[in-house]
């Protein structure tokens, strides 16, 4: 599988797109203003307690109360209450926790009320930024993430993470980190540090320890509420977590990011930082790499399915859930042959709904409401193939099993606010809003490829006379295109009653094929 990051700079906001093999998997989106990113960490107050929910209310700088509950509190919660109160009273000099006294865990099974009290200084990070009318989520278990290792305060464990099954390894990494991990902190291994060179994982403690000198460091200025340290910038984020041998293209439109990016690989994968290339034209980078089509293609409310013959998806939001059914269109047939045409909708469904899943970074409960399959074997196999899909996706997710109403359901972890795009767009013909004009040629040939499987005659397209002047336009025009590909004709009649994105499909006969109204 190829990866290229498209990487697009403008006003202060970046859009990064995921591609995997030339499809759109994951849109981020950045704000120069967004103050509050998941991993950033921050001195807060507490501002008030409530028991009754055995949380806190932590003032931040943010419009609404962060959320902090006992049991994000942490064990060493007391170990870094003491840190921070040492380098206000200028007790604590250094970043280095050396000769420090750790405190007692604190009991798992408490409450807030015995370890926080009202205006309490307390260092945090954020694990989900604001979403709607909710404030950040926090936590004061702090983690600081480098390409090959987490770095933890107050905790002397070095774990390794499951993913790596050799013996040696795992004893060569523990073996390895033990000499270079300073006195008082834990390290958890990431998969990424399997099979890599000594000099590698020195160079990410070594960036590790940076880190945590700028949070004494920004401590010590006793500002609060205040930001101590920054996430990675959101390219660099992505390269931390996802950057691999699949990678094939970066590109990006903003020379500064690009020599950031190119330095950032210049520590973790030196030999590769040439893939990271200066886009410069006239042409928007997202429009060049067809992010923008795929974008109106892939949000809204119907969703084609790509490969499927005209089955399509309608994704429904509610205050509670996210519902997805599947429709087979018009592409049914009978008897034992359905059945397994069903299955083989369904898991083509299933694909794509992890895909949407990605993208639109849907979180919470998801009920999926499949084609029927009354055989349960089909409905294991469909399960096994979703769950396999879905093993490519990095939020935490857990999905059950087929109900009996063949329904699945599954919950979906969310840190950051669903990304949701308008698709439609003005109607220029008579006032409304209409889907967006670049996905209804999506839609036409869709519908020529699966009419020209049993349709061999002639086939005749009713449009309005603005699609019908787009599709004829110029000697390679978007017909002749068809031709190449299908090796059908396919004759254009422009009919002014249409409205704009209306269109019929008939045979010589003049029988109806197939016919879409906005």
């Not at 107050?45 to 931040?60: C, G, Q, T």
């Not at 930001?227 to 910038?233: A, G, Q």
């Not at 196999?381 to 490519?392: G, I, N, P, S, V």
């Not at 603005?466 to 025009?477: D, I, N």
Request: a positive charge; glycine letters at 4%; charged letters at 30%.
């Amino acid at each position: 599988m190829k990866k290229e990051l498209i990487v697009s700079h403008e006003d202060g906001h970046t859009k990064i797109a995921l591609l995997e093999d030339g499809r759109l998997f994951e849109l981020h989106e950045e704000q120069g203003k967004n103050k509050f990113v998941v991993g950033d960490l921050f001195l807060g107050r507490i501002r008030k307690l409530a028991p009754n929910l055995n949380s806190a209310f932590v003032n931040i700088g943010y419009e609404k109360d962060a959320f902090l509950h006992y049991q994000d509190l942490g064990p060493d919660y007391l170990s870094f209450k003491k840190y921070i109160n040492d380098i206000f009273s200028k007790r604590q000099n250094t970043s280095s926790l050396k000769n420090f006294e750790i405190q007692k865990e604190i009991d798992k099974h408490g409450t807030v009320d015995k370890v926080l009290s009202k205006d309490d200084i307390v260092l945090l990070q954020i694990t989900k930024e604001p979403i709607s009318t909710k404030g950040p989520r926090i936590s004061t278990q702090i983690s600081i993430t480098g390409r090959f290792m987490v770095l933890i305060p107050f905790d002397d464990k070095i774990s390794i993470s499951k993913k790596i099954k050799n013996s040696e390894e795992k004893h060569r990494l523990r073996t390895l980190i033990e000499s270079i991990k300073p006195e008082g902190f834990g390290v958890i291994i990431r998969t990424v540090a399997e099979n890599k060179k000594a000099a590698d994982l020195h160079n990410d403690m070594y960036s590790l320890i940076s880190k945590w000198e700028n949070v004494f460091k920004n401590i010590q200025r006793h500002k609060v509420p205040s930001k101590v340290l920054s996430e990675d910038d959101l390219a660099s984020s992505i390269l931390r977590d996802n950057f691999n041998q699949d990678f094939v293209n970066i590109i990006c439109d903003d020379e500064k990011m690009v020599d950031d990016m190119k330095n950032y690989l210049e520590v973790i994968a030196p030999e590769r930082k040439n893939i990271v290339q200066f886009y410069d034209s006239h042409i928007p980078l997202t429009e060049y790499y067809n992010v923008e089509k795929q974008l109106k293609q892939s949000f809204g409310k119907h969703v084609n399915i790509p490969g499927s013959k005209g089955a399509y998806l309608v994704i429904e939001h509610t205050e509670a859930l996210h519902v997805i059914d599947v429709n087979s269109g018009h592409n049914v047939v009978s008897g034992t042959t359905n059945r397994e045409h069903a299955l083989t909708v369904n898991k083509i469904a299933a694909t794509e709904i992890a895909r949407q899943l990605r993208l639109r970074d849907m979180g919470g409960i998801i009920v999926i409401d499949f084609i029927d399959m009354p055989l349960p074997e089909q409905r294991r196999q469909l399960y096994d193939h979703f769950r396999e899909e879905m093993k490519r996706d990095k939020a935490k997710h857990k999905i059950l099993p087929p109900s009996k109403f063949g329904l699945i359901q599954m919950t979906r972890q969310r840190v950051r606010p669903e990304i949701n795009i308008k698709t439609q767009e003005e109607n220029p013909n008579a006032g409304g809003e209409i889907i967006a004009p670049i996905v209804i040629i999506e839609r036409i040939e869709e519908s020529i490829k699966n009419i020209i499987q049993t349709e061999r005659g002639k086939l005749f397209l009713h449009v309005h006379p603005f699609v019908e002047a787009y599709l004829t336009k110029g000697v390679k025009s978007t017909r002749v295109d068809w031709f190449l590909k299908y090796k059908k004709w396919v004759s254009i009649i422009p009919r002014d009653s249409f409205k704009y994105l209306e269109f019929r499909l008939y045979n010589s006969k003049k029988e109806e094929l197939f016919s879409y109204s906005n």
